[in-house]
């Protein structure tokens, strides 16, 4: 018995110790659902070999609001398989709100980001698709947390 816990300790250990490469930069698309925003523009910077800054600017809107935000959120990333990876990492967010019922001006918030995503440069393509979720409360306005998935695309390089 204490063979099996020691066998599955070091499993664990290696799973989670197992750093993912990061690519240098990435850029792309971010489509997200919930109360989250819609469409974002996507930009990734590697800071050493498993760890990034994700830059995403974000818009929505309707026939009665509209939302502008930008986010950033600091990854850990670390390695599933060859080309899958997960990453998790705490961020915060700025942005501007109309509504035609309700009032407008500036929001801020924190929260984070975990999500999976397949590196396709394991097979000589320079893609990365990811699908996460990025719960953030806001700090300065009554709906307090904003929550929902998203499915990025982004070019690496």
Do not use: C
Not at 106 to 124: P, S
Request: charge should be negative; glycine fraction near 16%.
């Amino acid at each position: 018995m204490k063979k099996n816990f020691l066998v599955l300790a070091i499993v664990l250990a290696g799973f989670f110790t197992a750093q993912a490469q990061v690519n240098p930069h990435a850029i792309g698309l971010r489509f997200g659902g919930g109360t989250a925003f819609g469409g974002e523009l996507s930009y990734q910077m590697g800071m050493g070999s498993s760890n990034r800054l994700e830059l995403d600017l974000g818009w929505s809107g309707g026939k009665d609001y509209s939302y502008l935000n930008l986010a950033a959120i600091y990854h850990w990333n670390w390695n599933i398989t060859e080309g899958l990876n997960w990453y998790v990492g705490p961020g915060a967010n700025v942005g501007l709100y109309s509504h035609k019922y309700d009032d407008n001006g500036l929001m801020i918030g924190v929260g984070g980001q975990i999500g999976l995503e397949y590196d396709f440069n394991a097979h000589d393509a320079p893609i990365l698709l990811s699908i996460d979720t990025r719960p953030m409360f806001n700090l300065n306005r009554g709906n307090g947390l904003w929550w929902g998935a998203a499915l990025g695309i982004r070019y690496t390089f």
